[in-house]
Structures are given as C-alpha cells and as structure tokens.
C-alpha cells in the first residue's frame, strides 16, 4: 500500500493577533493575546479581525464587494498560503491542486431578516405572504448565491486560479477537523500531490453570535482565560474572526521543487459520537493511539471554552499528557468555529519551523516549556461533537 509523507509548505493566517504567518508567531512567541471588544456586541466579548487591506490579495475591487466579510478573510487567507509556498500564479500548480475547504452556510441579511420581524410584532398575521413580499423587493439577486458554503471555495477559484478537484465540508469545528484528514490522507495514499485546505470564520455579525447564544454557550462580561470559564456568567466561549489555509504537499513534490516545509503532518485522526463525558474518554483514547500524539514534546489545543468539553480534555491531557506543556490557542485569538483545530496546526507548524515555542497562553494554568519542540501534538474537541488530534513533526526529520 502507497505511504507518502505531508508536509506543510504553506500558511495563510489570520486573526486578532494579525495578517501573516509572521505576525501571529510573533504574538504566539510572546504569549501576547489579540484585541477584546467588549462594546460592540455586550455582553458578549469578541475577538475582532485586524484592519486588512483587501487589495493585496484580492486586487479587483469588484470581486471583494460581491464577498462576503467570511468569505474575504477566507480568500485573502488562502492567498497568503499560496504566496507562502511559492505556489501563486504557477497555474501548472493551482490548475492542478486539491482544494478543501470547510465552512458554514453563509451570513444571513439582518436587515431583511429584521424587516420580517418588525411585521410580526407589528400585527401581521400573514407571515407567510409578509415573507413572500419582503423577499421579493429586498434581496439582492446573488443573495441565495453568497448563502451557499460552496462559495468560498468558489472565489478562491476565480481569485487564485486554484481550479482542480474542490470539497467543501460543513459541520463547524468537525468540518475543519475532516477538511484536514481528508487532505492528509489523500497525499499520504498517493491520490494528490498537492492541496489547500483551510477554513473562515467571521464572528464579528448578529447570526453568528447568535447560533452560539442560542445553545447558552457565548461567555458574557469580562474574558477571562478559558480554564477559568467554569463559572463564567453565560457559556464559556468568546468567538473571533479569522481564518487559516495551509499547503500541504507530499514530501518528495515539495523537495523537487525547492519548497521549504514547515512541519511533517502525521495522519488527522477524527471522531464523533456520544456526548457522555465516558464516551468521549473512549474516542480520545482511540485517537491518541492512531495519531501517536504521545510522542510530543507540547500540546496545542483547539478547545473552544465550553465548560463540560474542556474538562474532559484536561482530564485526558493530565493522564496521558502530564509532562507536556499544553497551549489553549483560543486564549490568544478566541474560537475560530470551522478554522479552529487549523488555526491551532497552523500554530504547531510555526513553533516547529521557528525552532521555538510558544510562551505560555495563561500564565496560572500552563507551565514554561523545557527547550524547543521536536514534535508537537494537536488536539481539538468542538464545541457540542467531533474530537480530533494530529502529531506534527520537523520537516526535515525522517520517520
């Protein structure tokens, strides 16, 4: 049977911290955490996106306003990974590149949505006709269009010529967590030489605070690190803006064309079950022995806040993981929905190709690490399901 190693060759991303790969190692080297706005939405805290000038990577002023804000963060993202990788504007290359992409449904128009609401508490009991009209004279045309989760993938087409096989996976943290199995797996069996892979998240609009708050799981008042949102009035998640699009090669394309590698990425192992805390237990043992995270040397999580999920992560972390110092990535940048478990592999790569690691991200729950890493473990468990893990080691080390 046909192994390949992966590689990350490429990182596109983006976050409260700022625009680049360089500028969020240079945060994650210092611990330092991304902006809090506290006003904008109160009371519910959020960690916004960094000013961004859309033209670096999406140069036709058309093609940004027919965008969506999720979807230019997600385009400029991939952009800057194809720039990382040497790979952007070589169409023997993105003409021929596996894209995967994971993603929600798109954001809705508060302003119609808002229009149909005001007429219901108005008196109206024709909401179907109210619907009807409201739909018809308000909605731009492309609106149905700029909904569907495909679209991304879509205008990284148009933008970055990366036109070969496409996947959109939906599912929040779970879509992001399969996006990347999906493109490992396929480079490590041989099937694709090259591939995207990435995810957006906009927090930063009514409806997507909204589908957290409506499950009772956004943090209100002050942030606080997320081992202390136990207690925390509200649940214990604090969104943010962002996004995160890797390159990942098969080892021996990257080699023979001189690309440099950030970190080997071993097998995504992934599940999805039982929400019964002993259920959980179960599937991450499973996934630690497939993806052989106890060879780490540090551990960057992709935890979202929420309370029940994030204790059941730190008791298996103190069993299995004890003597590796852990990283909450979302202490920094907040939770990144689909782009989380990304964000968080994007954020092991760099500590492994810096030759560094990352400082501590809560200073009364994490611990120094001894030196640099040679192998970083990833674990990512969603918000409400799926559960995920990954070892990354240097690139230049043989198995």
């Not at 049977?1 to 500028?23: R, W, Y």
């Not at 109160?42 to 999406?58: M, R």
């Not at 694709?192 to 927090?203: D, R």
């Not at 997320?226 to 996004?243: F, K, L, T, Y």
């Amino acid at each position: 049977m046909t192994h390949k190693n992966a590689v990350i060759t490429g990182i596109g991303l983006i976050s409260g911290l700022g625009v680049g790969a360089q500028a969020n190692w240079q945060a994650l080297a210092e611990g330092r955490r991304s902006p809090v706005d506290t006003e904008r939405f109160s009371p519910y805290p959020v960690h916004p996106a960094p000013e961004i000038d859309w033209s670096g990577q999406i140069p036709r002023r058309g093609d940004q306003r027919q965008m969506e804000p999720w979807q230019r963060l997600g385009t400029f993202a991939a952009g800057l990974a194809l720039d990382d990788a040497a790979i952007k504007g070589d169409e023997a290359l993105t003409g021929t590149m596996d894209m995967i992409v994971a993603a929600a449904g798109g954001e809705r128009d508060i302003a119609v949505d808002t229009m149909i609401l005001a007429g219901v508490a108005g008196g109206r009991n024709d909401a179907d006709v109210l619907v009807n009209e409201v739909l018809t004279s308000e909605l731009r045309p492309t609106l149905f269009l700029a909904q569907l989760s495909n679209l991304l993938a879509g205008n990284i087409s148009i933008v970055h010529k990366v036109t070969g096989s496409s996947r959109t996976f939906m599912g929040e943290e779970g879509a992001g967590m399969s996006a990347l199995e999906t493109a490992v797996a396929r480079i490590c069996a041989g099937q694709s030489p090259h591939a995207l892979v990435g995810a957006a998240y906009n927090c930063e609009h009514p409806d997507m605070l909204l589908g957290f708050e409506t499950g009772q799981l956004l943090m209100r008042g002050d942030w606080r690190p997320v081992a202390e949102r136990d207690g925390a009035e509200g649940g214990g998640i604090v969104p943010g803006s962002g996004a995160v699009f890797l390159v990942i090669e098969e080892q021996e394309h990257a080699a023979a064309r001189g690309a440099r590698g950030y970190a080997r990425i071993g097998p995504v192992a992934t599940d999805a079950g039982d929400p019964a805390e002993d259920k959980v237990r179960g599937r991450l043992e499973r996934l630690a022995e497939r993806s052989d995270i106890g060879r780490a040397d540090m551990v960057v999580s992709a935890a979202s806040g929420v309370a029940a999920r994030g204790a059941t992560e730190r008791a298996f972390l103190a069993d299995r993981c004890a003597d590796k110092p852990a990283r909450v990535i979302a202490n920094l940048t907040g939770h990144l929905r689909e782009a989380q478990f990304p964000l968080a592999v994007a954020a092991g790569a760099l500590a492994l190709a810096n030759g560094a690691t990352i400082a501590p991200t809560d200073s009364a729950t994490e611990r120094a690490a001894d030196g640099a890493p040679s192998a970083v473990g990833v674990i990512g468990l969603g918000h409400a399901s799926a559960e995920a893990m990954v070892l990354l080691e240097r690139a230049g080390d043989t198995p």
